[in-house]
C-alpha cells in the first residue's frame, strides 16, 4: 500500500503543467492616406488588437511617401498693350486674344499723351568767330542759339555743345604801342637808338626804326607799323626827366578762328498713348506645393503568456495530490488497527 501512495505521488508531479515559450510572430496592419505635407493626417494606430485569438501589441510605426504629385493652381495672369495713334487717327482695341494657349480679355483702357514717340528731330547748329588764336580748351563749351522749331513754327532757344574749333582764314587788325621818349635838348627827344624832333603837332619820323620798334614789345614780321604820334605834352616824371609820351598805331596780321556748335533736338507731335490692360486664367503646377499619396504600416508583436497561471495551476494540483495521499495514508494505518 504504501509503494501505492508514493507512486501516485510521483505521478502527481509529472502531470504538473509546464509553461511553454512559443515562438514570436508579428502581424503588420497598413493604411494609405493623402496629405499636403509630409507631417499632416499621419493615421493612429490601436496600440492592441487581436487576431485569430492571439494577441498583438504596437510596436512601431513607419511612414512612407509612394508619390509626390504638383497641386495645380489657377494664376491671373495680366498684359499691357500699348498703342500710340496720332492726333486726327482712332483706335478701337480688340476685346479678347489668345497666347500660349491663354485666353487674354479686356479689362479696362487708359489714355495719356504720347510722349518722344512721334516726334521730329532737328539739328540746330551755331559759331562763334575769332580773330585771334584759340582751342577747344579756350572758348566756351556750350552756346545759346535762338532758331525757328520746325514743328510749331516758333522761336526757340537751345543750347548748343562745342564741336570743335576750325581756322578761318585771316586779316590785318589795329593795334597800337605806346613809348615814352626822354628829352636832350629843346627840340629833341630819344628813345633807345632814335632820336625825333619835338616839335608840337608834328608827326614823328620814324623810317628806319620798324623793327626795333615792333621787337620792342615781341612783334614779328607778321606785324606793320602804319604812323607815330605825340599823345602828350612834355612832362618831368618821378626821377626829374623830361618826358613825353608817343603812340605807335599798327597792324597786326592775325589767323581767324571759329568754334563750331551743334545739338539735335526733338519736338514731339501730337498724339495719344491707349494703353489696353487685358487679364487672362491660367492653370499651372505650383513649384513649392505638393499632394503626397503616403503609407503607413504599424508592426505589431505577439504578446508573450505569462508563467504565472501555471505555475499557481501545478501548485494546485500538488496540494490535491498531498491531500489524497494523506488521506490513503490515514486510512491504510486504520485498517491495519482493525486487523489486529
Known sequence: MRKKIYALFLTGIFLIPLPVQADSSEYIKEKKFSAY???ENIPEFEPHIEKDGVEYTLSDVEVKTEKKTPI?????ISKDIETIVQEGETFEPEKEWKEDGVTYKLVEVQQEKAEGVHAVEQVV??????TYPVTKDTVPKRKKITVKNAVTGENMEVECDLVDVVANGGGWQPNSIDITFFNVDADQYT???ITVPGMEGQEIPLAGYEV???QSVGADSSSRVKSLSWVSEPYTDEEGQICRDAR???EQYVEYYRANYEKTVKT???GTKYIATYEGKQTVKSKTEYKYDRVAKAYYKEVEKSVVPYVVAGIGILLLIVLIVGILFVFSKKRKKEGK
Open 37 to 39: 505635407s509630409e507631417e
Open 72 to 76: 495645380e493652381e489657377i494664376r491671373y
Open 125 to 130: 547748329s551755331g559759331y562763334t568767330d575769332y
Open 191 to 193: 628813345w633807345g637808338n
Open 212 to 214: 626795333e620798334l615792333l
Open 248 to 250: 605807335a598805331e599798327i
Open 268 to 270: 514731339e507731335k501730337p
